[in-house]
């Protein structure tokens, strides 16, 4: 689906010269594959194993109640996120642009680093299954650490990246240079967050899910703080373009993560999070 979406955007965009609606029809045509691409054997599976099409909605209900500590996480998050963009666009046509392709390149190596985080669930799981807490407990942070040390390299990657390739996302020398520093600190900051990413992997995992709904809240609450913070300060002071980026990454680094990392390694120091996955 990816491929096919990058593909598409390709014709449609340069070959087409389309512009966003050519982005957003081949952003659809992707979108209708992959869901066809999904459901069509799933319904071929359940009709095949005897099980009913037609939703049962008590059974949804349920579902729905047992997984809105999970939705009140990512609810927070997301509000985070778009707290974030609309801080981004009061800082400048230039910040904001900055933004946009260091917030890319930063997703693109998120959803990397968050196999670590998807492994240690299957590794957790195994010793909790096997009532083994202790070794639960030492694995946990053993991945943990190697989210953190394995983002050293990555973070060293993104700030090389960030100073070399900045002309290939824009051809003013300004949003180039801006590009470069929001990419280095963010390559500073990757470490913490591959240990907090890691965490977070085993927490969801594990069933926590009360705890991080919490959690998650109370950093969001704190984050907007910040982000209004960061706006007044820009008013007040009068930044340019590059106090405006170096400021808007580090709050997001230090407090939208930091906090982030802050709540997942308190909650590990103990075994608490372990009785939410042995009662699954």
Do not use: E
């Amino acid at each position: 689906g990816a491929v096919l979406n990058t593909i598409l955007d390709v014709i449609a965009v340069f070959g087409l010269n389309m512009g966003i609606a050519g982005s957003g029809i081949a952003t659809m045509i992707a979108q209708w594959y992959m869901g066809l691409v999904l459901t069509i054997p799933a319904v071929i599976w359940a009709t095949q194993s005897g099980a009913r099409l037609k939703p049962h909605f008590q059974h949804i209900l349920h579902s729905a109640g047992t997984g809105m500590p999970l939705f009140v996480r990512t609810l927070a998050l997301r509000v985070c996120m778009v707290a974030t963009v609309v801080t981004a666009t009061h800082l400048g046509t230039n910040t904001l642009a900055a933004y946009q392709v260091a917030n890319s390149c930063w997703n693109f190596v998120m959803n990397i680093l968050d196999a670590i985080g998807i492994a240690a669930q299957t590794i957790v799981a195994a010793a909790l299954g096997a009532g083994c807490r202790k070794r639960a407990g030492m694995i946990t942070r053993i991945c943990a650490q190697v989210g953190a040390v394995s983002s050293v390299g990555v973070g060293l990657f993104m700030i090389f990246v960030g100073w070399s390739c900045a002309p290939l996302f824009s051809q003013h020398t300004d949003i180039q240079f801006l590009i470069s520093v929001g990419m280095t600190i963010l390559g500073l900051f990757l470490p913490l967050a591959g240990w907090m990413w890691a965490l977070d992997g085993v927490l969801i995992g594990a069933g926590d899910h009360r705890y991080l709904a919490k959690a998650c809240s109370v950093m969001a609450a704190v984050y907007l703080t910040f982000l209004a913070l960061t706006s007044v300060f820009d008013v007040v002071v009068d930044a340019n373009d590059v106090v405006r980026t170096i400021t808007l990454w580090v709050v997001l680094n230090a407090v939208y993560i930091g906090g982030r990392a802050i709540g997942n390694s308190l909650r590990i120091r103990n075994d608490t999070w372990m009785d939410s996955a042995l009662k699954m």
